[in-house]
């Protein structure tokens, strides 16, 4: 019984500054211990394919891309406007800039890559970093937050997106998003 008592006391000092060194590190990050919040942001995301200043640029196609249904192997870099509303006229609020790849051959599935940058309101000069799945013709996509900067370091959480508007002739799309992000 001596034993491990005595292997307590010997190891008590041990974890106690693994503790405080834990406490010290979070309070050191995030420049005293903060309260987390959770924001959530609508806006809509327009891809412009056509006309005189698109916002797409294709930089890659895949041996079957010509013959492919769900375009697998077409790399996209995007500079798309975030707007307030559906309209190309409404309130700017941010853009998103990124990549979008045709990763599915059975469905149109993208690999959404983006920055979300914020220049209006609270948020103005913030960011959201975007990485996951785009079932394209589904209801409803999920895609993770994985990150931010300025009002949203350490932030994590998801965006929903919802097709508005898709026109199939000249691929000019609106897609609705909803934000959930968790920050301090």
């Given at each position: ?12 000092p041990?974890?106690?500054s ?6 010290r590190?979070?309070s ?32 890659a ?19 798309d ?7 190309p006229?409404s ?7 990124g ?31 975007i990485l996951?799945?785009?079932?394209v ?12 900067t ?20 000249t691929g ?9 992000v968790?920050?301090?």
């Open positions: 019984m001596a034993r491990p008592i005595l292997l307590l006391l010997l190891l008590l041990t974890l106690l693994v503790s405080a060194t834990r406490k590190t979070r050191t990050i995030l420049g005293g211990i903060r309260d987390e919040k959770l924001s959530r942001l609508h806006f809509f995301w327009h891809d412009i394919v056509s006309g005189p200043r698109p916002t797409v640029v294709t930089i196609r895949g041996p079957s891309t010509n013959s492919s249904a769900t375009f697998f192997g077409m790399v996209n870099i995007i500079d406007p975030l707007t307030l509303g559906p309209e006229t309130q700017l609020v941010g853009r998103a800039q990549l979008y790849a045709s990763a599915a051959q059975e469905s149109v599935g993208l690999l959404m890559a983006m920055n979300l940058a914020f220049i209006d309101g609270q948020y103005n000069g913030s960011t959201l970093a996951g799945r785009n079932q013709f589904s209801g409803v996509r999920e895609m993770p937050i994985l990150g931010g300025k009002a949203f370091r350490y932030a994590r959480g998801y965006v929903q997106a919802r097709t508005h508007s898709l026109d199939l002739k000019d799309a609106v897609v609705e998003y909803n934000c959930y968790l920050h301090y």
